[in-house]
């Protein structure tokens, strides 16, 4: 794991020195709220409807068992004793007070954290893949490019006032766990065919109001030129993104108003002047931060395959946790393990302090100390040895975090919503909760096969609606909550965005209305190998809309 | 029918403008206008309390009164006069002095 240096150390607390003078300040009445909200944006702070909101950078979804242990100390000691993980890999904290935030923080940089650019038009938090240095079908690890990305995006004078927020994700595999088409960047490390490692790279992917799928600007960028390259994507983004309207100001606006091959031009000019300069990235400083995330001395554990064949024959519900919780390793006496955060019935992506207490203590036991957040909002355990699988299941069984259906449909990204979010236009928490209840058999679940399903409050889709193999987006009609159900979004490789089906359901008629659509598809696919995406791209909306809708057409 | 309502500088709590001339934490007791005058003599009180750095989101909200009680008009703002409809233990709703309205 990274490691803050002097540097690092110093200058976040110095961030904390600032804000706390700042909030004292705002206290005594000394700045005004004008003055104050923009300085406490830029530190994560939000107002939300019950109270401030405290978001927390996780860089790239990576945490040690004593980071996530002091998540669990902030939620316990100054919010109301649970943390919300998020789709960007942050966590959020509802309840914090204004007086507590310069506490917060110095707690948070003690263990390395802060929550510095989680909000503001900036480069955000680097999001990864959150198999990162784990996946068998990874190339290398992406994760020293993004920490490489966070040292120079972090208070970049130049990248601090962009027209819009900034969001860049990076996946090592070619099967994208990043959703890397949905961001301003995405950048997907591979090799070229003599071996050596580069980027492809997009620009002008998004959600919000207007989602767009990124454009692939190179095939390959050599390691070494990514900030010279970056830097020129922001560049004229910089320079040329919309600042008239808040709406079109994302770089995909401009990418899609300028055209892919005369941004690409653009791009590539800018590029020309920067590279080889001072932004060339140095190979031994690459070197130097791939150090940083050397995997575990992972030591052969052949013992695995009988202990886990055993576990297997001596319970069901660890034999289904397995099948649908554990992941392939590229060690093979070694497993990825999602905790899924999506119980049935519960909050997804919340997690109590407890629970995270638990977690810390089994990664530190069994994980090599070494804890996921996943944009699907789970955690994970990203190197477990399958002979201690057995023994990380107990411990999750006991702190309720055992549930095992990871790409099922009740593993439901679902945004804060209306419960919480002063930008809702409906609730998403219920929504998924009810979603979940009535699909609570693993049984019917795993029949069902891998589906997603995305919920969002309001059209800034931070529940990522629109890649949802089904998407659920809360809009406020006549006074009253109504869910429009997009079909067919896919956030990974193949990217694609959702379709409107029809017209909205009202909250109690939205599960019957998710049921109908999965029966329908149960009926159609070719056979349980033809996943809902697949079988929805193959028959199209027409038989779901027959479905949902041909009583009404029928009656009209 | 409006009432005021912001949220609390220090902590960010929920607040309404209350009959009694203070800003008080449940809905109940919010001072309510009930036309153009009494709207604009509310939104000179939340104007002063955002200056004074008492209150922040002053806004002036819908409500009717149904059985004597003040109901918001929209869904957020009754959620914000309630708490998280998913979490029945955190916000006014977990509160001893809590009323639901019907
Ligand atoms: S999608 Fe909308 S409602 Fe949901 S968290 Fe984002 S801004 Fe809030």
Not at chain 1, 289 to 296: G, L, T
Not at chain 1, 492 to 502: A, H, K, M
Not at chain 2, 66 to 78: A, N, S, Y
Request: proline share 4%.
């Amino acid at each position: 794991m990274y490691r803050y240096d002097e540097f690092d150390h110093t200058f976040v607390q110095a961030r904390v020195a600032e804000l706390r003078d700042q909030v004292e300040r705002r206290l005594a009445g000394e700045i005004t709220e004008d003055q104050f909200k923009p300085l406490r944006l830029m530190n994560g702070v939000y107002l939300q409807l019950h109270a401030y909101m405290l978001r927390v950078a996780i860089p790239y979804g990576t945490l040690s068992g004593r980071q996530m242990r002091m998540l669990a100390h902030i939620a316990r000691t100054y919010d109301k004793g649970y943390g919300h993980f998020t789709t960007r890999q942050n966590i959020q904290y509802n309840w914090p007070a204004l007086a507590d935030i310069p506490a917060i923080l110095d707690d948070l940089a003690r263990v390395e954290m802060h929550a510095i650019q989680t909000s503001g038009n900036c480069i955000r938090n680097v999001t990864a893949d959150h198999f990162a240095g784990a996946a068998a079908d990874e190339v290398a690890d992406p994760r020293p490019y993004a920490e490489i990305l966070r040292q120079w995006s972090s208070v970049h004078p130049e990248f601090s006032y962009l027209p819009r927020k900034f969001k860049i994700a990076i996946t090592g595999a070619e099967r994208d766990r990043a959703a890397i088409q949905v961001h301003d960047i995405g950048l997907h490390l591979k090799k070229d065919a003599s071996g050596t490692l580069g980027f492809a790279v997009y620009v002008g992917g998004g959600q919000g109001r207007t989602p767009m799928i990124a454009k692939k600007i190179r095939d390959f960028l050599p390691e070494a030129d990514l900030l010279a390259y970056c830097t020129a994507i922001l560049r004229v983004y910089n320079l040329n993104g919309r600042r008239d309207n808040k709406y079109k100001a994302r770089i995909k606006i401009l990418v899609h108003e300028t055209g892919t091959a005369e941004l690409t031009r653009q791009v590539e000019a800018e590029f020309a002047h920067l590279k080889d300069g001072e932004l060339t990235l140095p190979e031994a400083d690459i070197r130097a931060i791939e150090a940083y995330f050397a995997p575990p001395a992972l030591v052969a554990r052949p013992e695995g395959d009988a202990a886990v064949t055993q576990a297997r024959l001596d319970s069901r519900g660890f034999a289904d946790w397995l099948g649908q919780n554990v992941t392939t390793h590229r060690h093979a006496d070694y497993a990825a393990v999602t905790i899924s955060l999506k119980g049935i019935g519960e909050v997804p992506g919340d997690a109590t302090d407890t629970q995270m207490d638990a977690v810390a203590d089994i990664a530190e036991a069994y994980g090599f100390d070494e804890i996921r957040v996943s944009h699907e909002q789970n955690l994970i355990l990203p190197h477990v040895a399958r002979a201690d699988l057995k023994a990380v299941y107990d411990r999750l069984v006991e702190i309720g975090l055992a549930t095992a259906n990871s790409n099922l449909i009740s593993d439901i990204i679902a945004c804060p919503g209306l419960d919480y979010c002063a930008l809702a236009n409906a609730r998403s928490i219920p929504v998924a909760q009810d979603i979940s209840r009535r699909f609570a058999s693993l049984e019917r679940q795993r029949e069902i096969g891998e589906l997603k399903l995305k919920i969002s409050g309001c059209i800034n889709a931070c529940g990522h609606h629109h890649v949802g193999h089904i998407g659920i987006l809360g809009v406020e009609k006549k006074g009253a909550e109504l869910y429009q159900i997009t079909l067919g979004g896919s956030g990974d490789e193949n990217t694609s965005i959702g379709e409107i089906v029809g017209r909205g359901f009202p909250p109690e008629e939205l599960t019957d209305a998710i049921e109908t659509i999965v029966d329908t598809y149960l009926a159609l696919r070719l056979d349980g190998s033809e996943r809902f995406i697949d079988a929805y791209r193959r028959l199209g909306a027409a038989p779901f809309k027959e479905a949902l809708y041909a009583g009404e057409a029928k009656a009209a | 029918m409006k009432v005021l309502t912001a949220n609390r500088l220090i902590d960010g709590e929920v607040v309404w403008y209350g009959t009694g001339d203070a800003w008080i934490e449940l809905i109940d007791g919010a001072r309510i206008a009930r036309d153009k005058a009494g709207e604009e003599m509310l939104q000179a009180l939340g104007k002063a309390a955002l200056a004074d750095n008492l209150v922040v989101d002053v806004d002036l909200i819908d409500v009717e009164q149904q059985d004597g009680r003040i109901v918001p008009t929209r869904l957020r703002e009754r959620i914000r006069a309630a708490g998280p409809t998913n979490h029945l233990h955190h916000g006014k709703q977990a509160r001893p002095d809590f009323a639901p309205a019907a």
